[in-house]
């Protein structure tokens, strides 16, 4: 089974160790098999992630527009209430 804190222990050794191939590495073993995952999404960043600047894309209108925060943030608010994790 998937342990997310093993996960980012084990990306932050491995980063520090190997830098991003080591990570690069962690990640496709992750996601090799699944339906060990869980539904979700596995985001892995180095540096700055606000200090840079983003795109993203519009799958409604199919456009790339500027990264909006504030708009993921209230998504991830959004899917936290309909969605609480299970102990």
Known sequence: ??????????????????GS????DLVARAV???????TGAIHVY?????????SEWDP?????HPYD?????ALFEESNRLFPPRD
């Not at 089974?1 to 190997?18: G, L, T």
């Not at 409604?60 to 790339?64: A, K, N, P, T, W």
């Open 1 to 18: 089974m998937f342990e997310s804190d093993r996960f980012i222990a084990e990306c932050r050794s491995a980063s520090a160790a190997e």
């Open 60 to 64: 409604e209108q199919l456009v790339e």
């Open 21 to 24: 191939a080591g990570v690069l």
């Open 46 to 54: 180095g540096g700055d992630f606000f200090g840079v600047s983003r």
């Open 69 to 73: 925060v504030e708009k993921t943030l």
């Open 32 to 38: 090799s098999t699944p339906a060990d995952v869980m």
